[in-house]
Every structure is written in C-alpha cells, then in structure tokens.
C-alpha cells in the first residue's frame, strides 16, 4: 500500500545548488502534480502531469522544471535554488480526466534553502 | 480568479462538541469540491468530495454541504474527539478551461479538540 512515494524526506541546500525531488506512484494514475506548501499562503500547484509524455504550469512554476519520466515517476527540479523556494512539496496523483478524480498525496519533501 | 478562503483559521473545542468548518470560494463555477485532512508533518488526506450538482456527502461522523450558488461549503464534524485535532483543508476544482484536474485550496483550519 505505498501509494505516492516521495524522495527525500528532507533537504537543506545552498543558494544556488541544484536538486531533483523524485515522486513515484503505484496506482497506476494517469495525472501527477507537484505542489509547494509555504504558512498562510495554502497550497499551490507548480506543475502538472496530465497523463504521460504531458506537462503543464500551475501557479507558481517560476525557477522549476518538470519531468514525467514514465507512467509511475514525476519529478521537480530546482536548477539554481533560492531562499524563497524554502518550502514544503508535496506530489499527488489521480485517476485523471472526467469523474470525482480524487487526488492522493506523498508525505512531502522538507527543504530549505540557506 | 477563483479564490478560497477558510474561516477561521484555527479553533479549539472541547472533547464532544460538534462544530462547523467554513469554506468560501469566489467563482461559483465549480466541477467539484473537497475536503482534506493534514496531520502534522504528513500529506493530505480527502475525506470528502462533493460533485457540483450534489448538496452534501456524508462519511461516518463527517458531512459536507455545498451551495454553489453563494460559493459556500461546510464541513460538520459531529461528537469531536481528540484524533480529530489536525488542520482540515477545502479545495475546488474549476469548472472552467475544459476537464482540468488542477485544485485550488484553502488556507485550511487548524483545529484542536481538547481531552
């Protein structure tokens, strides 16, 4: 019963360092998403997969890149990271398309950025 | 822009009481609404989705209402107890821009019950 896995747990960069967030999902969900959580501003959506070999911009995709590796994997990548994306990323999955389409979440990467 | 706004942002109440969650949204154009759960360092949760043409879903001791129409959802939480202390999130789907799967939350509610 994994569900959506996400890697690593906790992060602290430099300004100016790259890293890639990985998500992995198991129940064979066609759309993926990428969120950041920060206090007071709720979550926002980075980006988003809508079904495999897509990608599409939230709110907020300044400073990050996407990849939908395959059906399972989505991943963020911050290519010269900055104290403003101190933040709490979550990756969801869901069923994709019409219908209720409930979004599962990870347990969320914890980065900071000194 | 659709925006969702969830007062207040935190409340505490004692072991037992029923309370209200409020969520307000400005476009009432809507394909869905949904409720979520976060416990402390963990990921979301839903615990309850309400199609645009539904009134209200219910789950165990959880039931969620919607008018569309004033852009309001509720989440009653009957008999609280204290592994009910978790900060409670709304969010919509837009009923705009085609079958878009993306949401747009709340700020959520940060509610403690006390033993």
Known sequence: ????????????????QSMTLQCA??????SMYWYRQDPGMGLRLIYYSASEGTTDKGEVPNGYNVSRLNKREFSLRLESAAPSQTSVYFCASSTGGA???????????????? | KQE????PAALSVPEGENLVLNCSFTDSAIYNLQWF???PGKGLTSL?????SQREQTSGRLNASLDKSSGRSTLYIAASQPGDSAT????VRPGYGGA???????TGTLLAVQP
Request: charged share 10%; aromatic share 8%; net charge positive.
């Open chain 2, 37 to 39: 759960r976060q416990d």
């Open chain 1, 25 to 30: 999902q198991d129940m064979n969900h066609n």
């Open chain 2, 100 to 106: 878009t799967n993306k949401l747009i939350f709340g």
């Open chain 2, 4 to 7: 969702v706004t969830q007062i």
């Open chain 2, 48 to 52: 309850l989705l309400i199609q645009s």
């Open chain 1, 1 to 16: 019963n994994a569900g959506v896995t996400q890697t690593p747990k906790f992060q602290v960069l430099k300004t100016g």
């Open chain 1, 99 to 114: 219908g209720q389409n409930i979004q599962y979440f990870g347990a969320g990467t914890r980065l900071s950025v000194l």
């Open chain 2, 88 to 91: 409670y999130l709304c969010a």
